[in-house]
């Protein structure tokens, strides 16, 4: 397993809680309804794919939104967390028309989509550009990817920056900046689009160590506690952690021939 990958099974607990502290998901979900309203998809059952889609939570709320522009969606997913996989197929099984079909890795992806959705999952990906390539490479001719993904402005990407930093390593893991790149490569029409969201939650020594799990995984037992948890300080007021900060998203189609 290369650094960059983070076990999400192992972090179930504190991913749940930092979605459930946060409007990042509602901000890109609306983001993604504008996405949907604009782009012309064929009219037959939707082909899609959640690339990257944990426990299928945030799946469901996506495709949901798709039900103005498809009157039936053909579901696929991909996930490396086996716990996440299975709990996201059997949630999103009643919403396909077809049986959810799943993938646990990218070299065994196959299929033609419409609609493919990378939500918050390019910073664990061992190599940016090759999964792009990859995922485009299986779009329909008018199909559409979506990345979304934080850049290094964002404050828990500054916070990840300040713990591998006291133990001399560079973060393992990728930014909005290098899909940015990737995308530059590879020479794709991706049209950006920047988010603002909050985090939001009750102070304690413990929820901050949740989110601290959530962020390090494995690695924030060889840091030292104390400066990350008082990393959350200037954020504190009345007894509530309040974070503004940023996020960005791209709507990627293929090259046209
Ligand atoms: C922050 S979670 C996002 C989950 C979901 N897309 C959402 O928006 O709630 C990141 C997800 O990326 C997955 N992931 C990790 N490595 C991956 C890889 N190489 N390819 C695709 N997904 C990966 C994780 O297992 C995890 O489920």
């Given at each position: 397993m290369s650094d960059s990958e983070k076990v999400f099974d192992?972090?179930?607990?504190?991913?749940?809680?930092?979605?459930?502290?946060?409007?990042?998901s509602r901000c890109d979900l609306e983001a993604y309804q504008l996405t949907f309203q604009n782009h012309s998809f064929p009219n037959r059952p939707l082909r899609v794919l959640d690339y990257g889609c944990g426990t299928g939570r945030f799946t469901?709320?996506?495709?949901?939104r798709l039900a103005s522009k498809a009157t039936a969606v053909e579901i696929s997913l991909l996930e490396p967390a086996r716990q996440q996989l299975n709990e996201a197929a059997?949630?999103?099984?009643?919403?396909?028309?077809?049986?959810?079909?799943?993938?646990?890795?990218?070299?065994?992806?196959s299929g033609c989509y419409d609609?493919?959705?990378?939500?918050?999952c390019f910073y664990y990906v061992p190599d940016v550009t090759h999964s792009l390539r990859r995922l485009v490479a299986t779009l329909d001719q008018q199909?559409?990817?979506?990345?979304?993904?934080?850049?290094?402005?964002?404050?828990?990407?500054?916070?990840?920056?300040?713990?591998?930093?006291?133990?001399?390593?560079?973060?393992?893991?990728?930014?909005?900046?290098?899909?940015?790149?990737a995308c530059r490569d590879l020479g794709l029409d991706a049209v950006p689009r920047?988010?603002?969201?909050?985090?939001?939650?009750a102070d304690s020594r413990a929820h901050r160590e949740t989110m601290l799990r959530f962020l390090f995984d494995?690695?924030?037992a060889r840091m030292p506690l104390d400066p990350l948890v008082a990393y959350f300080d200037?954020?504190?007021?009345?007894g509530q952690i309040n974070i503004e900060t940023t996020s960005r998203q791209w709507n990627i189609t293929p090259p046209k021939h």
């Amino acid at each position: 397993m290369s650094d960059s990958e983070k076990v999400f099974d192992r972090i179930a607990n504190e991913y749940e809680f930092f979605m459930d502290h946060s409007t990042e998901s509602r901000c890109d979900l609306e983001a993604y309804q504008l996405t949907f309203q604009n782009h012309s998809f064929p009219n037959r059952p939707l082909r899609v794919l959640d690339y990257g889609c944990g426990t299928g939570r945030f799946t469901a709320k996506w495709i949901d939104r798709l039900a103005s522009k498809a009157t039936a969606v053909e579901i696929s997913l991909l996930e490396p967390a086996r716990q996440q996989l299975n709990e996201a197929a059997q949630r999103l099984a009643s919403r396909s028309i077809t049986p959810v079909v799943t993938f646990g890795d990218l070299a065994n992806l196959s299929g033609c989509y419409d609609l493919i959705v990378a939500n918050h999952c390019f910073y664990y990906v061992p190599d940016v550009t090759h999964s792009l390539r990859r995922l485009v490479a299986t779009l329909d001719q008018q199909g559409l990817l979506i990345v979304a993904i934080s850049g290094q402005d964002n404050v828990l990407i500054q916070l990840w920056q300040q713990g591998f930093a006291s133990i001399d390593e560079a973060v393992p893991y990728h930014t909005a900046e290098t899909v940015e790149n990737a995308c530059r490569d590879l020479g794709l029409d991706a049209v950006p689009r920047d988010l603002t969201y909050q985090i939001s939650f009750a102070d304690s020594r413990a929820h901050r160590e949740t989110m601290l799990r959530f962020l390090f995984d494995k690695h924030l037992a060889r840091m030292p506690l104390d400066p990350l948890v008082a990393y959350f300080d200037r954020f504190s007021h009345q007894g509530q952690i309040n974070i503004e900060t940023t996020s960005r998203q791209w709507n990627i189609t293929p090259p046209k021939h």
